[in-house]
């Protein structure tokens, strides 16, 4: 239906031009008299074009969103278009840092994370300021949802949607082992995990070989060991990663590898596959963003609950959060039409903020309708949202890039067993303290 109203929308767009484009046949001049000159033809409107690149490929939940969201806008203003370039979220990650670097050959809008991921971008003075054009848009996009896009307090992004860590689980297998609900302990999730092993079905799936993928089960296992404020003052260099909290998440983490808690396929896996596989009922938990709310609601066949993954220290609430405002689009400071640009920006923004909680993609940046009938995942997500006691941005967004790199080696480290806990935070508080 959606992509049958985008066409819609474009082709209005289109006949809407040709008509203004054409003008009624010239009446006849009396005979006695010489015809009339006809007059010379007004020049064509000459078509402006806007760049966006987004990693809005055709397997993100915010693909169509995108489509229809442009669409929309192009038919708002005859003339102009908007160019869509997708990639790849790590390989988009590689190609947006590379043309910041250099300055060549920049989009006009383009996708990005907030803190450390956009604010790179912002140092390097590749990005427009758009405090003056967010006047207009206040009353329906909170200053609150705005603090990762800001830099000594302005505004460089507009943020479209939020997203949490969400552990995704089958409850048609977790029943089959005797579990009617996510387990509410870490020691109840262990025994969860061991019952599972036992009657030959994988607990987790995750894509091995995509570092952010296992970013997403090591980070709540550390938030819920030390809490929100030390995770944050760890990433902005204010406390030691040497600590025992982190110490005992790395133990957990490695201690559930080492039960074979995670598919044995794991690293030759993409985060896609991972994904289908526990949509085909091939694995009992998923952990990752909440905007796969969309993709598993409306594909998985049996009962689906999302939940959050219990604390490893009782001091720490349960609803301590990975996550945030954070899916933002940005105009770049060499656009030769920043105006138009940034009315794309927050114009795309405020439908795709709308079109993806409907269609349950994720969580809304922007006012949102109350009313909205939307699936048991999202409602999932925004109870979650609503409890947070804390909500720290992914760690590969909050850090810088070259930080990010670090950090997610590290990671991987852990994953592959190459460093001990111990090795793990002495090495972070080294390269990263």
């Given at each position: 239906?959606?992509?049958?109203?985008?066409?819609?929308?474009?082709?209005?767009m289109?006949?809407?031009?040709?008509?203004c484009?054409?003008?009624?046949?010239?009446?006849?001049?009396?005979?006695?008299?010489?015809?009339?000159?006809?007059?010379?033809?007004?020049?064509?409107?000459?078509?402006?074009?806007?760049?966006?690149?987004?990693?809005?490929?055709?397997?993100?939940?915010?693909?169509?969103?995108?489509?229809?969201?442009?669409?929309?806008?192009e038919?708002?203003?005859?003339?102009?278009?908007?160019?869509h370039?997708t990639?790849e979220?790590?390989?988009?990650?590689?190609?947006?840092?590379a043309a910041?670097?250099?300055?060549e050959?920049?989009?006009?809008?383009?996708?990005?994370?907030?803190?450390?991921?956009?604010?790179?971008?912002?140092?390097?003075?590749?990005?427009y300021?758009?405090?003056?054009e967010?006047?207009?848009?206040?009353s329906?996009?909170?200053?609150?949802m705005?603090?990762?896009?800001?830099?000594?307090?302005?505004?460089?992004?507009?943020?479209?949607?939020?997203s949490?860590?969400t552990l995704?689980?089958?409850?048609?297998?977790?029943?089959?082992?005797?579990?009617t609900?996510?387990?509410?302990?870490?020691e109840?999730?262990?025994?969860?995990?061991?019952?599972l092993?036992?009657?030959?079905?994988?607990?987790?799936?995750?894509?091995?070989?995509e570092?952010?993928?296992?970013?997403?089960?090591?980070e709540?296992?550390?938030?819920?060991?030390?809490?929100?404020?030390?995770?944050?003052?760890?990433?902005?260099?204010?406390?030691?990663?040497n600590?025992?909290?982190?110490?005992?998440?790395?133990?957990?983490?490695?201690?559930?590898?080492?039960?074979?808690?995670f598919?044995?396929?794991?690293?030759?896996?993409s985060?896609?596959?991972?994904?289908?596989?526990?949509?085909?009922?091939?694995?009992?938990?998923?952990q990752?963003?909440?905007?796969?709310n969309?993709d598993?609601?409306?594909?998985?066949?049996?009962?689906?609950?999302?939940g959050?993954?219990?604390?490893?220290?009782?001091?720490i609430?349960?609803?301590?959060?990975?996550?945030?405002?954070?899916?933002?689009?940005?105009?770049?400071?060499?656009?030769?039409?920043k105006e138009?640009?940034?009315?794309?920006?927050?114009?795309?923004?405020?439908?795709m903020?709308?079109?993806?909680?409907?269609?349950?993609?994720?969580?809304p940046?922007?006012?949102?309708?109350?009313?909205?009938?939307?699936?048991?995942?999202?409602?999932?997500?925004?109870d979650?949202?609503?409890?947070?006691?804390?909500m720290?941005l992914?760690g590969?967004?909050f850090?810088?890039?070259?930080?990010a790199n670090?950090?997610?080696?590290?990671?991987e480290?852990?994953?592959?067993?190459?460093?001990?806990?111990?090795?793990?935070?002495?090495?972070?508080?080294?390269?990263l303290?």
């Amino acid at each position: 239906m959606k992509k049958i109203l985008a066409l819609a929308l474009a082709l209005v767009m289109v006949l809407g031009m040709a008509a203004c484009g054409q003008s009624a046949a010239p009446a006849a001049a009396p005979a006695a008299e010489p015809a009339a000159a006809e007059p010379a033809a007004e020049p064509a409107a000459e078509e402006t074009v806007l760049t966006l690149w987004s990693i809005a490929t055709e397997s993100d939940s915010s693909h169509q969103a995108f489509i229809d969201a442009i669409a929309a806008f192009e038919a708002a203003h005859p003339g102009v278009k908007i160019e869509h370039v997708t990639t790849e979220n790590e390989a988009y990650k590689t190609k947006i840092k590379a043309a910041m670097s250099s300055g060549e050959g920049l989009p006009d809008i383009f996708f990005t994370w907030g803190m450390g991921f956009l604010g790179e971008f912002v140092n390097a003075g590749r990005v427009y300021c758009v405090d003056k054009e967010y006047e207009a848009y206040k009353s329906e996009l909170p200053e609150a949802m705005t603090v990762n896009v800001r830099y000594d307090n302005k505004m460089y992004g507009v943020p479209y949607t939020m997203s949490l860590i969400t552990l995704y689980a089958n409850m048609d297998m977790l029943a089959e082992v005797g579990y009617t609900d996510i387990p509410a302990t870490y020691e109840d999730m262990m025994a969860c995990c061991d019952a599972l092993v036992a009657a030959g079905k994988i607990p987790f799936g995750v894509a091995g070989k995509e570092k952010w993928c296992l970013s997403e089960y090591l980070e709540p296992l550390v938030i819920k060991s030390v809490g929100g404020q030390k995770l944050r003052d760890m990433y902005n260099g204010e406390a030691s990663w040497n600590d025992p909290d982190v110490v005992a998440a790395i133990d957990a983490f490695q201690s559930m590898i080492n039960k074979g808690y995670f598919d044995p396929s794991a690293n030759a896996l993409s985060n896609d596959e991972v994904k289908n596989n526990f949509i085909a009922g091939k694995t009992a938990f998923y952990q990752n963003g909440s905007w796969n709310n969309k993709d598993i609601g409306e594909q998985a066949q049996f009962a689906v609950k999302a939940g959050t993954f219990p604390v490893l220290n009782d001091a720490i609430p349960l609803y301590s959060m990975i996550g945030g405002p954070n899916n933002t689009l940005a105009v770049t400071e060499s656009c030769k039409n920043k105006e138009l640009a940034t009315e794309a920006a927050f114009e795309l923004a405020k439908f795709m903020s709308d079109a993806d909680y409907k269609s349950g993609a994720n969580l809304p940046c922007w006012a949102a309708d109350p009313n909205a009938d939307v699936n048991e995942l999202i409602q999932a997500a925004a109870d979650m949202a609503s409890k947070a006691a804390d909500m720290v941005l992914f760690g590969d967004n909050f850090l810088t890039a070259d930080a990010a790199n670090t950090y997610l080696d590290y990671i991987e480290m852990a994953w592959s067993g190459d460093v001990t806990p111990t090795e793990y935070v002495e090495g972070l508080d080294a390269d990263l303290g």
